[in-house]
């Protein structure tokens, strides 16, 4: 019988060690080349300033992207190198507002980066949605989806907003006598309940119950989760390794999800099948079978070419829109009590604007309050000191090139621009820290910043171009009606100075 001593086994041990320690030098050479020719005048970006760990190598900015604080980086970056920067190794970031449309508006469009938002549902449970589409499937899905968004489809669902913003100022009375409240935490909690109703056609009940619902609860956790999945991912390291690391819990969570979603859209598209089976409902029954005007109704009711969104559709865009429109416009509201209730001065005029225009609650509308100029102005004032998305998804360069900003940028590149620092540069705002939303009134509109271009024209918060925000109406609407309720129902300041409210944002989508 043949035996195997430890003596036998040692030349094989020396030789498996060699090669793992040549693979390793191999890899680290090779690595270290790499950083070298990232950072020496043969790479093609190499004439863009930037910091020389952020030119040498992605871990940075894929660390603070992950970490939600990539937008004060980029920030400092542009405040000391200029107005185009190499935040990246592949990476460009411009300020130069004459770029928003080489960017965002070009034709044929630049592909999005595949590194920004949920990538495809790998189960295929659910279709992409407009956000993570490709170019042809995102034109057809905006092209059903987009009327629900308009102005018109706004009005039908102005019952739902009304209704909540009544209920947060009737819940608020109730709470302040309690003492100071949290009013990140109320906004989020009405936004939640509004986008529940309108994408899902459930009541989430936050403000009632003063809790978050479990759903978005899920869903702004899965945010942060993919920011740091989808740098894991940019190292090469695909989704098929990574999703059997998540835990037990995670993966029944997310299940869990998105049945519960597409049960409640399948309930919601059966209800609108029994209500057009029943035809026109009259007296009583009218009352009580009233429709709920919703989102969902009416990316239904759109029906182009003989086509409309399938339900597998519909659900996966109710998701989004349930993960995108109640935490962005919260935000928003949140940052415009913040620095109205820091600017004495500004939050004194606002009120006195919705106090001298609206004698009840009830006139307070949607319509009205577009004609509001002050309060128009403060949010878009807001906006620009705080804007909800810090800067907008990278796009990548496609063979051939592309200029920017009168330079021909080589393929492969990913570029973005960001309203955050653009907001804030001293180089195209005057005193770009003060909260002044005198800025952006139609006496002042026309008055040019230091750069020679108007507010509008440096800043696009809600992105250009074809995958811009569809929401946008929806939530300047939503900002401007529970801004007016707010301030005409109560008197507000802050509980203490809250000096780093600011500086303690994180965003994790952009
Ligand atoms: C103040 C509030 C909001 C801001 C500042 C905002 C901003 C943006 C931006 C910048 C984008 C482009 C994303 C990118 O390419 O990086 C976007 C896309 C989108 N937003 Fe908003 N958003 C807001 C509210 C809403 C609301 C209320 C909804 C829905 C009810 C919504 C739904 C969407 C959707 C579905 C997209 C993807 C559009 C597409 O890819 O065609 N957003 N938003």
Redesign the pocket.
Known sequence: MASTTAGDLLPYAVFSFWIWISVLSTFLGLLVLKVLYNVSPLHPLHKYPGPLLWRASRLPASYHHATGDLYKHIARIHAQYGPSVRIAPDELSFTAPSAWPQI?NSRPQLP?SQF??APPDTSRRIPE?????SDRE?TR??RL?GPA?LNSGIAEVEPVLQHYSELLCAQLAVACREGSQNMVEWFLWA?NDV?GQ??LDQEFQCLEERRMHPWPSFLLSVLKQTAMLNQIRRFGISLKVLVPLMSKKMIEERENFLNTATMAVKQRLAREENEAEKGELIGDEKERGKKRPD?VGLMLREMKGGERLTEPEVTA?SV??VG???E??S??LSATLYHLCKTPRVMQKLQDEIRQTFATSEDITIKATANLPYLKAT?DES?RIF???S???PRMIPKGGHVIDGEMIPEGTYVSMG?WYMGRSERLFENPKEFRPERWLESESDIKGPAGLTVDEVL????LG???????L???A??RLVTAKLLWHFDMELDGEQPTWVDDARFY??
């Open positions: 965002y999005k920004h938002f949605s407009m956000i993570t589409a995102h899905l905006r989806a968004f936004l986008i309108l994408a989102i865009n989004l829109i995108g429109g109640a962005t416009t935000t928003c949010i906006l804007p909800v998305a800067y907008i998804t309203q696009k918060p809600f992105s074809p995958r811009n925000c569809i929401g946008k929806l939530a300047l939503e900002a989508v952009s």
